[in-house]
């Protein structure tokens, strides 16, 4: 029964893979459904092991293969005709940005943080949180954004994360060239006395800034910046 | 959604159909060695075993082992090829007594082999 053994030790594999990477997160995953990763990830494996270790029968690769291409077939079919197990085997799109700003559990669900989030909107060709209405990550791990109307007349400076997820960035304050003061002060006019409250910060060269503490809605404000002081 | 209902059949039929042959030719081939194994083992133990029978056993081996390699690792073949050799030689030189623990390694490799590819908990982890 060595086919059965083969048979179900692949099934083991392939449902502990998939689980796996559903449990990873969007982080982990290219362009690829979950399922399909496990495929790319395995049938490469089984095709070389038979393949180049002549004591090992043929069959054994074969019947692996059989049975990833079996289980390939029945997600494919969950996938299509049953949407309850779709989000199961698939997953669904996580809103990580929305018009109330930056959704931290979406974020932590899907092990980001907010400078992943900043790398997938700078990819996508936004270069500031306050540029678009919703960011999402799709099932597969693609990022998709609406941006708002005439976002690119704001685009006209870098804004940078000079505080996230409680905890100044010290090398993005150097690059603005300010003292931290100055950005701790912001947050005191804006009544939050502990850096540790914000979930993310940033100011462009413009001064324009872009603020959530956690466990609220995001603000969006102008301070003024001093005389030659831009970026 | 037919062709893959049909794939998916097709799929599971062809693992099974494989899977149960296997079993069955596997378990037949290594029942009838160990039979003759056997045999050659009560023929050892009378002091009356000959040249011809271990020379029979080693032809049927080599028979056998032409479509084992299909189902069985190479590897586990070598071992009964490794110790069926030692004891007919042993058997061809009349040293009855050294050839009885070969035999007795070979029964039980015969038997393992086998119980080694049974649908059981510890095979599957």
């Not at chain 1, 060269?205 to 831009?230: A, S």
């Not at chain 2, 080693?58 to 069926?84: A, G």
């Not at chain 2, 030692?86 to 050294?98: A, N, R, V």
Request: hydrophobic share 45%.
């Amino acid at each position: 029964m060595r086919m059965g053994l083969i048979f179900i030790r692949t099934a083991i594999i392939y449902i502990t893979l998939l689980l796996i990477m559903r449990l990873m997160g969007k982080r982990q995953i290219g362009e690829m459904q979950p399922f399909e990763l496990v495929v790319t990830l395995l049938i490469s494996e089984l095709a070389c092991i038979p393949m180049a270790d002549t004591s090992i029968p043929l069959l054994y690769g074969i019947v692996s293969i059989l049975t990833i291409y079996l289980l390939h077939q029945i997600v494919c079919l969950i996938d299509l005709y049953c949407p309850p197990l779709k989000y199961v085997v698939s997953g669904k799109p996580s809103v990580v940005l929305n018009k109330d700003g930056i959704d931290e559990y979406q974020l932590r669900k899907n092990s980001l943080d907010v400078s992943d989030l900043m790398e997938s909107l700078r990819t996508a060709g936004y270069f500031s949180l306050s540029a678009v209405e919703y960011a999402l990550y799709e099932a597969n791990g693609a990022f998709s954004a609406l941006p708002k109307a005439g976002y690119e007349e704001e685009q006209t400076s870098l804004p940078l994360l000079v505080a996230d997820e409680g905890k100044y960035n010290a090398k993005n304050i150097a690059l603005t060239g300010m003292p931290p003061s100055f950005f701790a002060d912001i947050l005191k006019k804006q009544g939050i006395k502990n850096v540790k409250k914000v979930l993310a910060m940033t100011v462009d060269g413009t001064g324009k800034v872009f603020l959530q503490e956690k466990g609220k809605k995001r603000k969006i404000f102008t301070v003024p910046l001093p005389e030659g002081k831009r970026w | 959604m037919v062709k893959t209902l049909l794939s998916i059949l097709i799929s599971l039929l062809l693992i099974a159909g494989v899977a149960v042959f296997e079993t069955w030719y596997v378990d037949k081939t290594f029942g009838e060695f160990s039979a003759q194994l056997e045999t050659l083992y009560e023929k050892t133990e009378d002091e009356s075993a000959t040249r011809g029978d271990a020379e029979a056993v080693r032809v049927s081996w080599n028979e056998k082992k032409k479509v084992l390699h299909v189902w069985v690792p190479h590897n586990d073949i070598s071992y009964v090829d490794y110790w069926l050799s030692e004891g007919l030689s042993l058997i061809e030189t009349g040293q009855y007594d050294d050839a009885l623990s070969k035999l007795e390694v070979l029964k039980e490799i015969c038997r393992n082999i086998p119980a080694a590819y049974a649908f059981s908990f510890e095979n599957i982890f």
